[in-house]
């Protein structure tokens, strides 16, 4: 089987699990740079070509060309570059999501006669799931993907960022509102939220996958559990600051891998 | 003599002489909008394009309702974040502006706009701002009682009420009276010719509406200033019974006339001639799309550009190219029909 692997720094989770594989491992194409972003890699027709000079000079670490015809290979993988679970929680910096179980205490305080507007107001589920899909449609990925798509019939995987680590929650003056977020118990809402809206961008697009991250990865329903952000490296193989909480390791590399494979059998069949 | 002192704007052929009809004569404030300045907006859907305009100018517009952080622009849009002050949707009548305020000031609901389709609940007074519906009628009453208080906060905070009148015609309940933007079961609801009936607001109705919804707006806010216009758009159907254009024509005729009418009685109160930029025969139907009814890009950039260039403490929007009053094989050709008031031309100064 042979993959090219296109993304951002959550690319390393796929290299570090490779990197363990055993005999059997698929051929990959390594096509990535921290933070890809919007124009720094382009398509043209079924060939995706490197336009940022960071891009090229990362692309040649990794032994790559800067032209990849994805028509070559079994699959093409996008991982990250989408919106992340840090995206989620920014739409909901000043707003509370009025159809999550956590909300009943706001809509009967709303429904008060003559109380003050509430100080977090009130967005429904449709409208977030709407702004996190819209999110995805304007993502580098998203664009790719459609791109690719009508240029070419090969299988795309997409593997959204991983969610992040548990140890987010004993972090000290950071993530405030993502702690907030988790206080009130909205932390597996915005999960299903992520997933809930990279299917509806994704739906359509056919030969397209989209990956859950895999149930036993999680922890506290919408966490990467400490077992799978172990071991997380960089790109470059070199080892990430302790207080990483972004990025996993390549025990959920092993688990996509895993996915990838029998996606690309199904398909091929 | 009456007219001999008159300026060249007050003459129809003086005005035809220019390029552009004087159209920068059309418009004279009677109140000056500065740098700051907080500008409120409502109104019918012509009116979204207000807001915009303020938003990118030097004034700030009143935003008591604002869509998340990092929201994308289509999705705010979609679900009616930032087209006007608060998530009323458009607000198309008099009536409507009325109830609005009312309901603010009362903290009321009205159970006859709880509408339902397929499972999910709708607010009928604003059906628009959630396509999808809401999942309990305890989450629609929250959003709704939050939306009021966001409504009367707008006049704790803005300078200048810009209201676009945009229909006479609107379908109510008929036991309560509580009008609605759109007829029940166009987006949710049930339509139920026992309960509902459809209204064709006149001239006094939208006139004691008007003075009503100032009135609770000047209690809200004793200094505020208004700004009345009248949408351009032709009414996209009617249910009156006429024609279409006629159906147009005099709900146009009845919201111009009445906000004629405030804004010659209240010093506080000024008209702003959007639709007569728009709809003026100087200009030939030249602002409209193929359509006849939407207005096209050029056409509402003149329109601003008239409105800021009355004010000059803020920057200008620049004028698009535009048309000129319609040329004719010879303009001073006479008029085959006996008119006295052509007779007025003579005493135009040279």
Sequence with gaps: ?269 | MPYSDLPPSAFWKLCRQTDDFRLSDLYQPKFALTPGMRIATAGSCFAQNIGRYVRASELELVDTEPAPARMPAETVQRFGYGLFSARYGNVYTARQLRQLLEDAVADRLHDCALWQRDGRFYDGLRPNTEPEGLGSEAELRAHRRDHLRRVRAIFDEADVFVFTLGLTETWQDIKTGVVFPTAPGVIAGAFDSARHAFLNLGMAETFEDLSTAVTLMRELSPGLKILLTVSPVPLTATASGAHVLSATTYSKSVLRAVAGEMAALDDDIDYFPSYEIITGAPYAGAFYQDNLRNVTTAGVQVVMSTFFGAHPALAPVERPAMATARGGADPDEADALICEEAMLEALAPK
């Excluded at chain 1, 692997?5 to 740079?33: C, Q, T, Y």
């Excluded at chain 1, 999550?100 to 006669?113: E, G, H, K, M």
């Excluded at chain 1, 405030?176 to 988790?182: I, L, M, T």
């Excluded at chain 1, 990865?217 to 799978?228: D, E, P």
Aim: proline share 7%; aromatic share 6%; hydrophobic share 45%.
């Design chain 1, 1 to 269: 089987m042979k993959l090219c692997v296109v993304g951002d720094s959550h690319v390393a989770m796929l290299m570090a699990a490779l990197r363990d594989a055993g005999p059997g491992a698929p051929e990959v194409i390594w096509f990535a740079k921290p933070g890809l972003a919007e124009g720094e890699a382009a398509l043209e027709g079924s060939r995706l070509c490197a336009r940022d000079p960071d891009l090229v000079t990362r692309l040649e670490s990794l032994g790559t060309p800067t032209e990849v015809d994805l028509d070559g290979v079994d699959a093409v993988v996008f991982v990250g570059g989408t919106v992340s679970a840090f995206g989620a929680v920014r739409l909901l910096q000043g707003h509370r999501v009025s159809g999550w179980a956590s909300a009943q205490a706001l809509i009967a305080a709303a429904d008060t006669p003559f109380a003050a507007p509430l100080k977090q107001p009130l967005i429904s589920e449709p409208a977030y799931l709407a702004a996190l899909e819209g999110v995805i449609r304007e993502s580098v990925t998203h664009r790719l993907v459609t791109g690719l798509r009508e240029a070419s019939a090969v299988p795309v995987c997409v593997v959204p960022q991983p969610l992040p680590s548990e140890a987010i929650l004993e972090t000290e003056n950071k993530y405030p509102v993502f702690k907030r977020v988790a206080r009130h118990g909205d932390g597996p809402a915005v999960a299903s939220s992520l997933i809930a809206a990279h299917e509806r961008a994704f739906a359509g697009l056919s030969g397209v996958t989209v990956f859950r991250q895999p149930e036993e990865s999680i922890g506290q329903g919408f966490l990467t559990a400490l077992a799978y952000t172990r071991d997380a490296v960089r790109l470059t193989d070199s080892a990430l600051p302790q207080d990483d909480v972004l990025h996993a390791g390549p025990a959920l590399g092993a688990l996509y891998l895993a996915q990838m494979r029998e996606v690309v059998q199904a398909l091929k069949i």
